[in-house]
T-cell receptor, first 116, second 110 residues
Framework: KAGVTQTPRYLIKTRGQQVTLSCSPI?????VSWYQQTPGQGLQFLFE???????NKGNFPGRFSGRQFSNSRSEMNVSTLELGDSALYLC???????????????FGPGTRLTVL | KNEVEQSPQNLTAQEGEFITINCSYS?????LHWLQQHPGGGIVSLFM???GKKKHGRLIATINIQEKHSSLHITASHPRDSAVYIC????????????FGTGTSLTVIP
């Protein structure tokens, strides 16, 4: 089976712009979770989608949003980019009906976003 | 306030040594995960556990729910074990959330 794929792998944006990141889960996986990793804050949970519905949400401002399509692919959007949004954005998929933290997570390689 | 604390932050070992990484948490958990991150960013899930002990090859993970503590052990360490090891907990007591430790950077010297 192919692993989790994320596109693009690298992205450079300027402050005030918006960005959309894409994640394709492992075939058959219905849950997709998004995470932000920065040197200062480490890994932080953004949100989880299951069957096109947001099931869990971390403590991020409304500028961070996401969606999931019927084929389980997911996108994450960040509007009005700030310098502090520079980070590695990881998505992970899991098969289970239970919440993401009840299941083994399969991580993608990440998208490294730089905001100038 | 850190919901998840890991120790040590950095660890250097000689090849073959037995290694222990500790994780303490302050919230009631649904499950605890151990993750491995290699340079370049890729993350692999090593274990998910909610009680007891799990073993996979040279890796062993234990959890004590009463003491809110988990350990990751690596037996007969090898240079390819060099990575950052991250403890993460899922909790539903403060809304469904995932909290991460800051990671333990392990270097195994041949």
């Amino acid at each position: 089976k192919a692993g989790v794929t994320q596109t693009p792998r690298y992205l450079i944006k300027t402050r005030g712009q918006q960005v959309t990141l894409s994640c394709s889960p492992i075939s058959g996986h219905r849950s997709v979770s998004w995470y932000q990793q920065t040197p200062g804050q480490g890994l932080q949970f953004l949100f989880e989608y299951f069957s096109e519905t947001q099931r869990n949400k971390g403590n991020f401002p409304g500028r961070f949003s996401g969606r999931q399509f019927s084929n389980s692919r997911s996108e994450m959007n960040v509007s009005t980019l700030e310098l502090g949004d520079s980070a590695l954005y990881l998505c992970a998929s899991s098969p289970g009906l239970a919440g993401s933290f009840y299941n083994e997570q399969f991580f993608g390689p990440g998208t490294r976003l730089t905001v100038l | 306030k850190n919901e998840v604390e890991q120790s040590p932050q950095n660890l250097t070992a000689q090849e073959g040594e037995f290694i222990t990484i500790n994780c303490s948490y302050s919230v009631g958990i649904s499950a605890l995960h151990w993750l491995q991150q290699h340079p370049g960013g890729g993350i692999v899930s090593l274990f998910m556990l909610s009680s007891g002990k799990k073993k996979h090859g040279r890796l062993i993970a234990t959890i004590n729910i009463q003491e809110k503590h988990s350990s990751l052990h690596i037996t007969a360490s090898h240079p390819r074990d060099s990575a950052v090891y991250i403890c993460a907990v899922g909790t539903s007591t403060t809304g469904n959330q995932f909290y991460f430790g800051t990671g333990t950077s392990l270097t195994v010297i041949p």
